[in-house]
């Protein structure tokens, strides 16, 4: 069954080709210290807001800085940051989706309650707001979004967990003694877990723009970290004279909640055993 | 002393909620009393939505029942300690009607029927592959079925699978909720057939919940007729079947085709 899905994944063009460009980045991410070829926070008035060179590929910023290298050390806190909210987001929701789906009653009640109540507010602004109690800064960028995000998730997980719940080979398990963390493991996880990293995928490249959007606003990422969201809204006073400062920030999320997007899509379809 | 005792048992089902928790609620089962012996088979004929699932899923301890009181073995299973509560479902198994659904399509045969195993006994994967073989042999399939995946088996071998994990813990009793209703009349005698040697082998009783007349005139040893939740007659000697009296049995009755077609 892996080794048909394989298969099946590799057929896919869109996956292989936005795979590529999420591996690529994650090659950035890593090694971002021997790609970069300056330091990207290295201030020389000196040589500001210079065309591409051979020694400054991209140009350098208001503040002299190498645009090459902070792109590239920029990956690290996008990415790293996304994923993280992220997998955070994931684990909480997981644990109560399940345990509110599959326990029922009260404790159910209660936490969709919660959820309710969460999701009536738009969830940038919940966001927004949150940062606004806690201050800007890293930590609580980070935070606010999972405050704000596991409710989706938790829900969504609850449905699945409901959808599966009562399936004849859950009832045989019980009868059979399972217990019923063992059920959850043997039986409802492995279903909702390829739904799940659908939805992990699909959302990721949403969450990298609302770090930035965030960081643009100066809520997020505080200077003089390299962050796309921030590089924007640095360049933003320059945007008559050189437009290219934004352009290539811009770029570089463009291209990776699209390729984050295709991923997800294709997963998807890929993994939708009603094309059998 | 008999094997199942069930004293007045009522389930109901919310059917509208309203912010008080106080709607209407649906009467699924109502003060039914049942007494099943070892090594008998109990037929529970009655039409869709008769409350004869849910009396099964009581049993089996699925769902509670609001009043009455189950005793299995002699001892009542709602008010035991959930260690000793666990001992006895043991002997107290299932096969479901749909058997695609029963069966988690991403386990190999062989997990599939070890699953009862695993709960109650310590064996090393070795033994445990051993006790798989041979009680896929008991219901008929080849033990090179154990690394097959559900989806490669037709509709009556996987019915044997769900068989085979019933029967995998030596039980007193297995509820068959519609075992063979989705199968094809073919198959569906096959498995009867296997059934009947199960119960001759291993001194098993089974609670046969159907609406098939036919099927349990051939399983049966005595019959009940469910109704809007109640039973609405007993039958102590399945091979008085033509001695049923209430309307709702005769009608069941005379839709069962004859045994011995004239002309």
Known sequence: MLRMLMVRLFQKKALLFSGAIILIMFVLVLFAPVLAPHDPNIIDIEHKLQAPSWDFPLGTDHLGRCILSRLIFGTRVSLGTAFLVMVVTMIISIFIGTYAGYKGGRIDYLFMRICDVLLAFPSLFLALALIGILGPGPLNLFLAMVLVQWVFYARIIRGMVLSVKEQNYILAAKVSGTPGPMIVIRHIFPVILSQVAVLFFMDIGGIILTISGLSFLGLGIQPPTAEWGAMINDSKQFFRSHPSLMMYPGLMILTIVMAFNLFGDTLRDALDVRQD | ?263
């Not at chain 2, 569906?188 to 199960?198: C, E, T």
């Open chain 2, 1 to 263: 002393m008999s094997l199942l005792e069930i004293k007045g048992i009522s389930k109901t089902y919310p059917i509208e909620t309203t912010l008080w928790g106080k709607g209407k609620r649906l009467e699924a089962v109502k003060n039914v009393s049942l007494t099943l012996h070892e090594g008998t088979c109990l037929g529970l004929v009655g039409e869709s939505g008769s409350g004869k699932s849910t009396l099964g899923k009581m049993i089996l301890g699925l769902e509670r029942p609001d009043q009455g009181e189950i005793f299995f073995q002699g001892k009542n299973l709602f008010q035991l300690a959930a260690k000793e509560q666990k001992e006895l479902r043991q002997n107290l198994q299932v096969v479901f009607q749909d058997c695609y659904s029963s069966v988690n399509p991403r386990l190999s045969i062989g997990n599939i029927i070890a699953e009862p195993i695993k709960n109650y006994e310590k064996l090393t994967p070795a033994e445990e592959k051993k006790r798989v073989g041979e009680l896929l042999e008991k219901v008929g399939l080849s033990p090179g079925n154990m690394d097959k995946y559900p989806h490669q088996l037709s509709g009556g071998q996987l019915q044997r699978v769900n068989i085979a994990r019933a029967i995998a813990l030596h039980p007193k009793l297995i509820v068959l909720d519609e075992a063979v209703s989705s199968l094809d009349v073919f198959v569906q005698a096959q498995i009867l057939d296997l059934l009947a040697d199960l119960k001759k082998e291993f001194q098993l009783a089974y609670l046969f919940i159907t609406h098939d007349l036919q099927a349990v005139h051939y399983m049966a040893d005595r019959l009940a007729v469910m109704y809007k939740g109640q039973i609405i007659e007993m039958l102590d000697d399945i091979k008085q079947l033509n001695q049923l009296e209430h309307p709702i049995s005769r009608k069941l009755l005379s839709s069962m085709l004859p045994l011995h077609p004239r002309g």
